[in-house]
């Protein structure tokens, strides 16, 4: 397939994922030890799509090209970032100005979108919100076809084996679906919300030496729910966007408060905890996530918190506070070291608070006050859970761990939230 034929194809199907996605840290990247299998290469954050029906003929055939792309992500990934700044060398300044860190977050977001395409309310969900996340970059209408063409010609080089005019056909079908459902939510988002906020840091309480609680005033209102999160652009490093959940449930007064830890190479993260200053101004990005409580039930609410991860937990035991419907929680809070439990105190006022609030700390270097070992081991020794749902949020493996354990104990899926993909790029 030539360039024009790819440009051709590609402008017919509008155009893809915007030009931007945040870089991951290093602990969520796959193990280098052995070659990514695809659900190691693009982890999908969509649901299964029912298998009761066959698949379409369209998405057998991008099926088979993900199975060819899957072994050769990373050259795949390369090649089309080359096509896009060669082709489109205007797009440049969209992305950070290093990029070994996100190289695969639009090429990933893409795929699994495509994998999907037999779901379709899956897939307006998860393209919706990055239609509108992606505002934020200021990725516009008329960038989807440049992205569109790269994803083509990448695709027909690196799945050369199954690439025949029929696929190319359902892949430029799929594109067109894709990045129109992401154009139509941005445009609607624009009607009632900024790209982003402007936030202005008036506290950081350093909690130890890597944990800093980091509030902000934003500019104005910012609409959020308990258990959400905020992607964050600071100053220090233009372009480059991580994602923090909001650590407490809406105030009165309008603030917001973030839990941040430094880890090494974190280029936010670091910025924040160890140079940020009250004054300073960073941006905010749309809230997002679905880990929200239901307020229509009054089932239990089963929470895992590790490390920075209790700041959603936290909030979600305000939120139930404030509902003013006394339901059972159940709050575990995990860490390596007794130290590193820097939220206990304000955990256990709230449990001396509330009749219904459970507080359990799980650490790994063995107390005589707390339970030990993986925190979702801990979690099946108590229970029955039927009557709950489940909450978690913190380190990716330990959030993996929990799910396997809560559905080997029987707990259903969808019972289960977390924000573990976080629009393909959680936390550093």
């Known amino acids: 397939m030539d360039a024009k034929t790819t440009a051709s194809a590609s402008t017919s199907a509008s155009a893809a994922s915007p030009p931007s996605a945040t870089p991951p840290p290093e602990a969520s990247k796959p193990s280098p030890e052995a070659p990514p299998s695809a659900s190691q290469a693009f982890t999908s954050p969509l649901a299964a799509a029912p298998t009761a029906a066959p698949p379409s003929p369209d998405a057998y055939l991008i099926s088979r090209t993900l199975e060819e792309i899957t072994p050769v992500a990373d050259r795949a990934t390369s090649y089309f970032y080359a096509l896009l700044f060669i082709r489109h060398p205007e797009l440049r300044e969209l992305f950070p100005a290093a990029m070994d860190a996100q190289r695969d977050r639009i090429l990933k977001a893409l795929l699994t979108a495509a994998d999907h395409i037999d779901d379709p309310a899956a897939l307006t969900t998860f393209l919706s919100h990055l239609g509108r996340g992606h505002r934020k970059y200021g990725t516009r ?65 350093h909690r130890t030496s890597d944990v800093a609680i980091v509030t902000v005033r934003p500019d104005q209102a910012y609409p959020f729910l308990a258990g959400q999160y905020a992607s964050v652009e600071t100053p220090w490093w233009p ?38 200053r009250p004054g300073d101004v960073i941006r905010l990005g749309p809230p997002a996530g679905s880990m929200v409580v239901d307020h229509t039930t009054d089932d239990g609410l089963l929470c895992l918190g590790g490390g920075t991860g209790i700041a959603p937990i936290k909030a979600l035991v305000e939120d139930v506070a404030r509902y003013g419907r006394h339901r059972a929680v159940e709050v575990f809070y995990g860490a390596r070291h007794t130290h590193d439990l820097y939220e206990l105190d304000t955990m256990l006022r709230m449990q001396r608070a509330h009749s219904w609030l459970s507080v359990r700390t799980v650490v790994s270097d063995t107390p005589r006050d707390a339970l030990t070992g993986p925190l979702p081991d801990a979690v099946r020794e108590f229970g029955p859970w039927e009557a709950f749902d489940a909450y978690l ?36």
């Open 141 to 205: 209408s008329e960038h989807y076809p440049a992205v569109g063409e790269a994803l083509l010609g990448s695709l027909a080089r690196y799945a050369s084996a199954v690439w025949t005019p029929q696929t190319e056909a359902a892949w430029v079908r799929a594109y067109t679906a894709i990045s129109q459902i992401m154009i139509d939510a941005a445009a609607a988002d624009e009607q009632h919300a900024p790209p982003w906020w402007q936030g202005e840091i008036v506290g950081l309480d």
């Open 239 to 276: 372009r480059v966007w991580r994602h923090y959940s909001l650590a407490s449930a809406p105030r009165d007064d309008g603030l917001l408060t973030f839990h941040v830890r430094a880890v090494p190479a974190g280029w936010v993260s670091n910025a924040l905890v160890n140079h940020a």
């Open 393 to 428: 949020s913190g380190p990716p493996g330990m959030v993996r761990s929990g799910v396997d354990t809560l559905v080997r104990i029987g707990m259903p899926t969808h019972r289960i939230r977390h924000d573990l993909a976080q629009e393909l790029a959680p936390t550093d």
